[in-house]
């Protein structure tokens, strides 16, 4: 049925049961939801064991979406939840750290070895350090005594300019 140039949306060919048709049973949908109770104890026993069977084998023959019952594999960027009661947590165990808390904690131990080692002078660097100290020591020491003789030399030529 053409209603022009605009085509009907799938909505507008529901059709929605009205309060009428409910009252008079003749809607397609049923009243309740629920499970039909067996009128007899056998029937709930036998779908009591029905029901028991089916999970078990449910359990054994999972069915699984797509390729996933082909490829069995295990995909490791597949975030699986997990769901932990706290009672269920132990507390003596620690969790394993990332790569990158890993690596960040290996290079904050091996910082702290070589800073020990660059004070007790045992590292290339610090033996070249210490050499350069020496070398500036030695040659404040020299300048020192330079300085020393020569005030001691203008000491001694205005005590002979005084006499």
Not at 63 to 71: A, C, E, F, L, R
Not at 134 to 160: G, H, N, P, S, V
């Amino acid at each position: 049925m053409g209603r022009g140039k605009f085509k009907a949306k799938p909505t507008g060919r529901r059709n929605f049961s009205t309060h009428e048709d409910m009252v008079a049973g003749t809607s397609s949908r049923p009243k309740t939801f629920r499970q039909k109770e067996p009128e007899n104890e056998d029937e709930a026993t036998r779908e009591v064991s029905e029901d028991e069977s089916e999970e078990e084998s449910e359990d054994e023959n999972t069915k699984t979406k797509g390729v996933q019952g082909v490829i069995e594999i295990e995909n490791p960027n597949l975030v699986k939840p997990k769901n932990i009661k706290a009672r269920d947590i132990d507390i003596g165990k620690t969790s394993e750290l990332s790569r990158r808390e890993r690596e960040e904690i290996e290079k904050q131990r091996a910082h702290e070895r070589y800073m020990k080692l660059q004070e007790q002078g045992k590292t290339e660097q610090s033996r070249k350090d210490l050499d350069r100290l020496a070398l500036i020591r030695q040659e404040r020491a020299e300048a020192a005594k330079k300085r020393e003789e020569e005030k001691a030399a203008k000491e001694q030529k205005k005590a002979e300019a005084r006499k």
